[in-house]
């Protein structure tokens, strides 16, 4: 479906012409007077200067020639030369009817459907999930699926770093420890143990421990470089310590995104670059590409037009083993073989911007990638205690994201069992569902480059802008729904009546919205514009329940009608909570 606003701007467009001026100056905005109109025209005060008129004189001239218009029931020019306007309350019902019918309620599924690669989550294998990874996985999981709404085909993959000098440094600690394992014995010949020689617990303490010792003593370093560097030119028995690595990791990993509700198209990662390293580096040398300086093997990517120095983009060092960019760039050829993406997306803090920026020109300059395909990096910030620094535990210790949910959840089922709404066994069920909903809102209502404070008990509470404040509304309409239905009455084939107070037009008018806010959220990839417009809507909503007798109607078609805006209400926020990620309950 067309938007509501491409269609007033139309008709403005006509009405523009028709009284003899250019229909560029028909542009049409909501109104910031919203006690006065609902939209706006300011093109009349535009044109004044190229027509030689007062801006009033256009505005009244378009404003006569509006008289009987299909859309607008009142146009008004008000001075210095506004056009100010209303919809027609039978034009808004029957958009509202056609977006009920419609199965994605008036949005319109792009013309070209792209293929887009999400790279988000990226969390470092071996390395427990902290609250660092939560903004990644929670703001690239909303991206892939409002560009999926958009009718793309897109693909998350979560690019594990799982090729670094972690991995060295986690081969170096084990050999102290367990020298006599096969893997470290270069005679070994036979088949390596199918069981791996540590667990996720192990692990999870293995790595901090050998990444302290590797800062105090400088040949434990050197060691754990060595590792690194065997491992990534295939060293047979630390490759078989890193395949035991993964295993138990990406298992562990695959359950804690589950938990967030977070699904992964693709779990490549940094090691399934390494096979186009060496070709590419060879090309790139070949080609004149890539050069040494200072023993490292960089490209450059300066431009004549900066105005700060970029440092090159390095792809080798002196030893030899790969860097963050070398993986980065692989990936790009991997990705560009397997799927030719017309866009790819990466999520990842934003102190990462001048090593994007670094491949994506090393990246453009060396033909990786064709010249058509989109890269794109969203930068977020950080998420900060309420003292404003890096969120900690009350120890001040990394925060664990199993141990974030849970203390989420548990504020959750204490408020839920103050509201006693919900069956005792149904709670726990419940705390999660509505925790998740505090977790995700929270994150993504802020604008993702910015650092954020996350404050327990304002993202936990029923009321202001909070995920549980957007549930307990849908959480409302479901319960009106399904006592209409409770008395045997249907759901089926109710259409949407005129408003008939200003509340039920407020909540009208926003409902008209939809289609454009999820566009232009996916647009500007912002997804705190769909929260802020689920806000905005849920509020109508509110405003318009608290002065409706709903339920208690007695004027069969009036109640129809409200059931059947119900019906679409709960429809669009539930739609939108999709696209962040969450689902409401039954009852909280
Ligand atoms: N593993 C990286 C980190 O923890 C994030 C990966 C982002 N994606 C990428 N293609 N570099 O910082």
């Given at each position: 479906?067309?938007?509501?606003?491409?269609?007033?701007?139309?008709?403005?467009?006509?009405?523009?012409?028709?009284?003899?001026?250019?229909?560029?100056?028909?542009?049409?905005?909501?109104?910031?007077?919203?006690?006065?109109?609902e939209y706006q025209c300011n093109g009349a005060m535009a044109g004044a200067k190229a027509y030689r008129k007062a801006p009033i004189a256009i505005a009244e001239?378009?404003?006569?020639?509006?008289?009987?218009?299909?859309?607008?029931?009142?146009?008004?020019?008000?001075?210095?030369?506004?056009?100010?306007?209303?919809?027609?309350?039978?034009?808004?019902?029957?958009?509202?009817?056609?977006?009920?019918?419609?199965?994605?309620?008036?949005?319109?599924?792009?013309?070209?459907?792209?293929?887009?690669?999400?790279?988000?989550?990226?969390?470092?294998?071996?390395?427990?999930?902290?609250?660092?990874?939560?903004?990644?996985?929670?703001?690239?999981?909303?991206?892939?699926?409002?560009?999926?709404?958009?009718?793309?085909?897109?693909?998350?993959?979560?690019?594990?770093?799982?090729?670094?000098?972690?991995?060295?440094?986690?081969?170096?600690?084990?050999?102290?420890?367990?020298?006599?394992?096969?893997?470290?014995?270069?005679?070994?010949?036979?088949?390596?143990?199918?069981?791996?020689?540590?667990?996720?617990?192990?692990?999870?303490?293995?790595?901090?421990?050998?990444?302290?010792?590797?800062?105090?003593?400088?040949?434990?370093?050197?060691?754990?470089?060595?590792?690194?560097?065997?491992?990534?030119?295939?060293?047979?028995?630390?490759?078989?310590?890193?395949?035991?690595?993964?295993?138990?990791?990406?298992?562990?990993?695959?359950?804690?995104?589950?938990?967030?509700?977070?699904?992964?198209?693709?779990?490549?990662?940094?090691?399934?670059?390494?096979?186009?390293?060496?070709?590419?580096?060879?090309?790139?040398?070949?080609?004149?590409?890539?050069?040494?300086?200072?023993?490292?093997?960089?490209?450059?990517?300066?431009?004549?037009?900066?105005?700060?120095?970029?440092?090159?983009?390095?792809?080798?060092?002196?030893?030899?083993?790969?860097?963050?960019?070398?993986?980065?760039?692989?990936?790009?050829?991997?990705?560009?073989?397997?799927?030719?993406?017309?866009?790819?997306?990466?999520?990842?803090?934003?102190?990462?911007?001048?090593?994007?920026?670094?491949?994506?020109?090393?990246?453009?300059?060396?033909?990786?990638?064709?010249?058509?395909?989109?890269?794109?990096?969203?930068?977020?910030?950080?998420?900060?205690?309420?003292?404003?620094?890096?969120?900690?535990?009350?120890?001040?210790?990394?925060?664990?994201?199993?141990?974030?949910?849970?203390?989420?959840?548990?504020?959750?089922?204490?408020?839920?069992?103050?509201?006693?709404?919900?069956?005792?066994?149904?709670?726990?069920?419940?705390?999660?569902?509505?925790?998740?909903s505090a977790i995700k809102y929270g994150d993504l209502s802020n604008q993702a480059s910015k650092d954020y404070v996350f404050d327990v008990d304002r993202f936990?509470?029923?009321?202001?802008?909070?995920?549980?404040?957007?549930?307990?509304?849908?959480?409302?309409?479901?319960?009106?729904?399904?006592?209409?239905?409770?008395?045997?009455?249907?759901?089926?084939?109710?259409?949407?009546?005129?408003?008939?107070?200003?509340?039920?037009?407020?909540?009208?008018?926003?409902?008209?919205?939809?289609?454009?806010?999820?566009?232009?959220?996916?647009?500007?990839?912002?997804?705190?514009?769909?929260?802020?417009?689920?806000?905005?809507?849920?509020?109508?909503?509110?405003?318009?329940?608290?002065?409706?007798?709903?339920?208690?109607?007695?004027?069969?078609?009036?109640?129809?009608?409200?059931?059947?805006?119900?019906?679409?209400?709960?429809?669009?926020?539930?739609?939108?909570?999709?696209?962040?990620?969450?689902?409401?309950?039954?009852?909280?």
């Amino acid at each position: 479906m067309k938007k509501i606003m491409d269609l007033i701007t139309e008709e403005l467009a006509e009405a523009f012409q028709a009284a003899g001026y250019d229909k560029a100056y028909a542009k049409v905005t909501l109104s910031n007077r919203p006690d006065l109109c609902e939209y706006q025209c300011n093109g009349a005060m535009a044109g004044a200067k190229a027509y030689r008129k007062a801006p009033i004189a256009i505005a009244e001239d378009v404003a006569k020639r509006l008289a009987d218009s299909r859309c607008l029931e009142e146009v008004n020019a008000v001075n210095p030369g506004f056009i100010n306007m209303k919809l027609r309350k039978e034009y808004v019902a029957d958009y509202l009817n056609q977006m009920s019918a419609d199965e994605s309620m008036g949005l319109a599924a792009a013309a070209k459907p792209r293929t887009i690669i999400v790279d988000y989550g990226g969390p470092n294998v071996a390395k427990p999930l902290h609250v660092g990874h939560l903004r990644s996985a929670i703001i690239g999981e909303g991206i892939k699926r409002l560009a999926r709404k958009m009718g793309h085909k897109v693909l998350g993959d979560i690019h594990l770093g799982d090729w670094g000098y972690q991995m060295g440094l986690i081969i170096t600690e084990l050999r102290e420890r367990k020298p006599d394992l096969p893997y470290f014995d270069d005679a070994f010949s036979g088949d390596y143990p199918a069981d791996a020689p540590f667990t996720i617990a192990e692990l999870e303490e293995i790595y901090p421990t050998a990444s302290g010792k590797a800062k105090e003593d400088e040949e434990y370093r050197k060691k754990a470089l060595q590792a690194t560097y065997l491992l990534q030119n295939g060293h047979k028995g630390y490759m078989a310590v890193w395949k035991h690595i993964m295993n138990i990791s990406v298992a562990d990993l695959k359950k804690n995104y589950e938990n967030l509700n977070v699904h992964f198209d693709l779990w490549k990662g940094e090691a399934d670059a390494q096979a186009y390293i060496p070709d590419m580096i060879e090309r790139l040398k070949k080609e004149g590409y890539a050069h040494i300086d200072e023993g490292a093997l960089v490209i450059d990517v300066q431009e004549e037009t900066d105005t700060k120095e970029i440092p090159p983009c390095m792809i080798q060092k002196s030893d030899g083993a790969s860097l963050y960019g070398t993986t980065d760039l692989a990936t790009l050829i991997q990705r560009e073989q397997d799927y030719q993406p017309d866009q790819i997306i990466y999520i990842a803090d934003k102190r990462q911007e001048l090593h994007f920026l670094q491949v994506f020109r090393a990246a453009r300059k060396t033909g990786i990638v064709p010249e058509g395909t989109e890269l794109e990096f969203l930068g977020f910030g950080t998420m900060n205690g309420k003292d404003g620094k890096p969120f900690k535990t009350r120890e001040g210790g990394v925060m664990r994201l199993e141990n974030l949910i849970s203390e989420i959840e548990e504020e959750m089922q204490k408020k839920i069992s103050e509201n006693r709404t919900v069956a005792e066994d149904e709670a726990a069920n419940t705390a999660r569902i509505v925790g998740m909903s505090a977790i995700k809102y929270g994150d993504l209502s802020n604008q993702a480059s910015k650092d954020y404070v996350f404050d327990v008990d304002r993202f936990t509470s029923f009321e202001g802008n909070t995920g549980p404040y957007i549930l307990y509304t849908i959480v409302r309409i479901k319960s009106i729904l399904n006592k209409y239905q409770a008395d045997g009455r249907g759901l089926e084939g109710l259409k949407i009546g005129c408003a008939r107070n200003d509340n039920e037009k407020a909540l009208m008018l926003e409902l008209l919205k939809y289609n454009d806010v999820t566009e232009s959220s996916f647009e500007e990839l912002a997804l705190h514009k769909i929260c802020a417009y689920i806000y905005d809507l849920a509020n109508a909503f509110n405003r318009f329940y608290h002065e409706t007798k709903i339920l208690a109607e007695e004027d069969e078609e009036k109640q129809k009608g409200y059931i059947a805006l119900l019906m679409l209400t709960r429809r669009v926020l539930e739609s939108c909570i999709d696209v962040l990620g969450f689902e409401a309950p039954e009852r909280m």
